[in-house]
Each structure stands twice: as structure tokens, then as C-alpha cells.
């Protein structure tokens, strides 16, 4: 049981699009932890955040660049707790059906099936970020593939339910010649499954970012339950703080898709609204 599931889906879909009304559509919900700066808020561009009962504005300093539309704004000290998410976990689900639960706010897996994702986003500043997205094989197998900015080294985590596999994202360098802060990232998911076993695992208590499987989770997991095979399609996405994001997609064929499509929507896509730096 998905969200998409019998469903008849395009070569280009798009999750969420901050030009929209609202900019987070029902799909998504928000998700905040305690910290007083902790804010998830749709806002113009060219507009620095305030959380309410913080007297800090993120960022600091507006960078050049920006774009003419709202966008929406995710940002915490705590960005583990801290994200926008669409759909569910295949795994949560299963585990929410078992106890007769579900039909509660946890949702529905989406079912997306294009193996393409795209998102624009703009980092905060200095702050990292991460996002994450649920990926299930043909056999009904998921894995949760997670990408940051801190991330130093590829690992796996197999412990994990569902199994996760942690990923550097190389975000291009601010030079005094970048037009935007603004950068469009294209995910190929269908290469991803065979990392679930080809990464290698972290070292307990060497972790570059805090992902060693607790003790008490530490439950031996057959190789066999891992992802493998082919891509089936993609049960949740998922983007933590600290960033702002324009729009998230999925497609048959990456940047091929939108450029075989019409003139209006390869200008809906581009960034084409950038401000020029001085």
C-alpha cells in the first residue's frame, strides 16, 4: 500500500514546489524539536528568519543571489530533529500495520517509481545540511540513503531500520563570480542499492557524524534483508535543517526529462530569477 500505488505516474513529478499555494503542500509535514531556534516558515528569499523568541536572523547576512520566489525555510541548532518530510518508511508502515495503526498521522509510503531525484536548495550560510530519501528494491527490500554536507567518508549502517547508507554531499564553493547560492542537485537512486553492500561500516566510536548503531538496536540483520536487485520506488523524502528549498522532483531520466519537455517548463525549473552579483 502506497500513495501512488495503481497509479498511472508522469515522466516528471513534482513533490513540492515553493512557488505553489501553499509552498509546503499537504504531503509534507514539518517536524521541529525544543530549541528556540528552531523554524520551518515559507518566506521570500530575499527575507532572513527570525525564530520566534530568538533574537538571532538567519542567516546573518543575506548573500546575493537570490531568487524572486518564496521558498521554505528549515533551520535548527539541532537539524537532526529538525526537517520536512513527505511519505513514510516502508519499514514504519509495516510496523504501524501490525499494531492496527495504520490508518494515524504517520501517512503512507509514496510509491513514487522514477528513479531520478532533483531538488534545488540554498544552504545556510555556513550551516550544513542533509537529506534523506527512502528507496525500495523489487522484492519489497528498503534502505534509506542520506546525504551531508559534514559527511567525510561513504558508510553503510545495516543495524538500522530501515538499513542506511550515509553519503558526502560536495556542495560547489561561494567564489566572488557565483551568481547564486542557490544549486540544483540530480540523485540517480537506482545505482544507490548496491551500496547497501558495498560500503563499508563505520567504527565504533569513529564516526564522522554520529551515526553508530546504538546497543540496544544492534540486532544481527541478514544480508539478505537488505536492499539489492533493482529500484522499485521511493518510499519518503526527507530534508533536515539548515537550508532553504526551492523544489523537489522526480523523474524518468534526470536532466533528459526536462529537457524534452516545452520551453515553460524547462524556465520553471532553471533558476533563471537569480539576482546578479556586484
Known amino acids: 500500500m502506497s500513495l501512488l500505488s495503481g497509479?498511472?505516474?508522469?515522466?516528471?513529478?513534482?513533490?513540492?514546489?515553493?512557488?505553489?499555494?501553499?509552498?509546503?503542500?499537504?504531503l509534507f509535514r514539518a517536524v521541529t524539536d525544543e530549541s528556540k531556534?528552531?523554524?520551518?516558515?515559507?518566506?521570500?528569499?530575499?527575507?532572513?528568519?527570525?525564530?520566534?523568541?530568538?533574537s538571532r536572523s538567519v542567516p546573518h547576512t543575506q548573500p546575493k543571489g537570490c531568487i524572486l520566489h518564496d521558498v521554505v525555510h528549515i533551520q535548527s541548532s539541532n537539524p537532526r530533529q529538525t526537517y520536512i518530510q513527505a511519505g513514510c518508511s516502508l519499514s514504519e508502515y509495516r510496523k504501524r500495520l501490525e499494531k492496527g495503526k495504520a490508518r494515524?498521522?504517520?501517512?503512507?509510503?509514496?510509491?513514487?517509481?522514477?528513479?531520478?531525484?532533483?531538488?534545488?536548495?540554498?544552504?545556510?550560510?555556513?550551516?550544513?545540511?542533509?537529506?534523506?530519501?527512502?528507496?525500495?528494491?523489487?522484492?519489497?527490500?528498503?534502505?534509506?540513503?542520506?546525504?551531508?554536507?559534514?559527511?567525510?567518508?561513504?558508510?553503510?549502517?545495516?543495524?538500522?531500520?530501515?538499513?542506511l547508507i550515509h553519503l558526502p554531499l560536495q556542495l560547489p564553493q561561494q567564489t566572488p563570480s557565483t551568481l547564486t547560492p542557490w544549486v540544483h542537485i540530480p540523485v540517480s537512486l537506482a545505482p544507490l542499492i548496491q551500496l547497501f553492500h558495498s560500503l563499508p561500516?563505520?567504527?565504533?566510536?569513529?564516526?564522522?557524524?554520529?551515526?553508530?548503531?546504538?546497543?540496544?538496536?544492534?540486532?544481527?540483520?541478514?544480508?539478505?534483508?537488505?536492499?539489492?536487485?533493482?529500484f522499485a520506488s521511493v518510499s519518503y523524502v526527507r530534508v533536515y535543517a539548515n537550508c532553504r528549498v526551492r523544489r523537489i522532483w522526480f523523474s524518468v531520466d534526470g536532466e533528459r526529462t526536462i529537457q524534452g519537455m516545452g520551453k515553460g517548463v524547462r524556465d520553471e525549473w532553471e533558476l533563471?530569477?537569480?539576482?546578479?552579483?556586484?
Open 7 to 26: 497509479s498511472i505516474q508522469p515522466p516528471l513529478l513534482s513533490l513540492l514546489s515553493s512557488t505553489s499555494a501553499p509552498s509546503l503542500s499537504p
Open 104 to 163: 494515524d498521522d504517520g501517512g503512507l509510503p509514496l510509491g513514487i517509481e522514477l528513479p531520478w531525484m532533483g531538488l534545488q536548495v540554498k544552504r545556510l550560510g555556513r550551516r550544513h545540511m542533509s537529506f534523506e530519501v527512502g528507496i525500495v528494491d523489487n522484492r519489497g527490500r528498503e534502505g534509506s540513503v542520506r546525504l551531508s554536507s559534514f559527511k567525510k567518508n561513504p558508510t553503510v549502517h545495516p543495524h538500522r531500520s530501515p538499513a
Open 201 to 230: 561500516r563505520p567504527q565504533r566510536h569513529a564516526s564522522d557524524d554520529g551515526d553508530d548503531d546504538d546497543e540496544d538496536s544492534r540486532k544481527r540483520r541478514k544480508v539478505a534483508e537488505l536492499p539489492s536487485g533493482t
Open 272 to 278: 533563471y530569477a537569480a539576482d546578479e552579483m556586484a
Open 37 to 54: 531556534d528552531s523554524y520551518i516558515v515559507s518566506l521570500s528569499d530575499s527575507s532572513p528568519a527570525q525564530a520566534p523568541g530568538s
